[in-house]
């Protein structure tokens, strides 16, 4: 038996997870909810286009990436102002 096998191509993965990072910076200060809903669509839109069988470990790192991009935006929300003594 044969297995057709796809992989994502890593030049459009990493040029999606760009796009996202930039989409992700023009969004920081959005309500949360909204950010997840923006990026539930690009996760779900992207497992509906390359979920085909034996690619699933590029899915689980795309989604992973998107959650790392994520998390590094929502860290940048506020800085805590460090208060430095008088004196």
Known sequence: MF??????VRQRLQAK????????RRRMHLPIPEQGTYLRS???GHVRYYGVPMNGPAL????????RLWRRVLLRRSQPIVS???G
Request: aromatic share 4%.
């Open 3 to 8: 297995t057709v096998l796809r992989q994502t």
């Open 17 to 24: 997870l760009q796009e996202v990072k930039a989409e992700l």
């Open 42 to 44: 690009v996760v779900t």
């Open 60 to 67: 689980g790192l795309f989604r992973q990436a998107v959650g």
């Open 84 to 86: 430095r003594g008088t």
